[in-house]
């Protein structure tokens, strides 16, 4: 990933929350939506390895993001 990540939620999980969090456990982002797909900008974080965690519906989906 470089600067965009496009996330798609199936349309019946939505409302969802997204967060994002460094290699510290820091978080550097969260955003909220209510749409299928949720564009984040990932401009103002340095290249390296992150954390995300995704709710919607009451089901958390966890993974890793590599921004170069």
């Not at 939506?33 to 519906?57: E, F, V």
Request: glycine share 8%; hydrophobic share 30%; proline share 4%.
């Amino acid at each position: 990933v470089k600067d965009r990540v496009t996330i798609s939620i199936p349309q019946n999980y939505a409302p969802t929350k997204i967060q994002l969090y460094n290699n510290l456990g820091q978080r550097v982002l969260e955003q909220n939506g209510n749409t299928q797909l949720q564009d984040i900008s990932l401009q103002s974080l340095p290249g390296g390895i992150y954390l995300y965690k995704i709710t919607a519906s009451k089901k958390i989906k966890t993974g890793k993001l590599i921004k170069q």
